[in-house]
């Protein structure tokens, strides 16, 4: 079963960066892809990005597309998620997991996690 492990988190200011990381542990060979996701204060998780183990094919929500970028290292079974000019609105604890597939349709993307379970997550919070 595959175990996660997410890191980088932290306080930064309106505008700053941030990059987390993703390490990977017990990778199928189905294993599809990686995904980061994030959950705010008093909201639902929310998927943000995913990158393919094969291709390095990346995925994006809008409102990330243009701040964020999803990168591997096959070496490290590592994916990381830096973030540029974060806004307060990014403030959430951000998650990542081992994707079985990805769809997209009517403009919303709908993960399918390999399995069911999730790591603890790291803080990131944005002060204006």
């Known amino acids: 079963q595959v175990h996660v492990v997410e890191s980088g988190g932290g306080l930064v200011q309106t505008g700053d960066s941030l990059n987390l990381s993703c390490e990977v542990y017990g990778r199928s060979s189905h294993s599809y892809a990686v995904g980061w996701f994030r959950q705010p204060p008093g909201k639902e998780r929310e998927f943000v990005a995913s990158?393919?183990?094969?291709?390095?094919?990346?995925n994006y929500v809008d409102d990330v597309k243009d701040r964020f970028t999803i990168s591997k290292d096959d070496a490290k079974n590592t994916v990381y998620l830096q973030m540029t000019r974060l806004k307060s609105e990014d403030t959430a604890v951000y998650y990542c997991?081992?994707?079985?597939?990805?769809?997209?349709?009517?403009?919303?993307?709908?993960?399918?996690?390999?399995?069911?379970?999730w790591g603890q997550g790291t803080q990131v919070t944005v002060s204006s």
């Open positions: 997991n081992a994707l079985r597939g990805l769809t997209y349709l009517s403009g919303s993307y709908t993960p399918e996690l390999e399995y069911d379970s």
């Open positions: 990158i393919s183990w094969r291709g390095g094919w990346t």
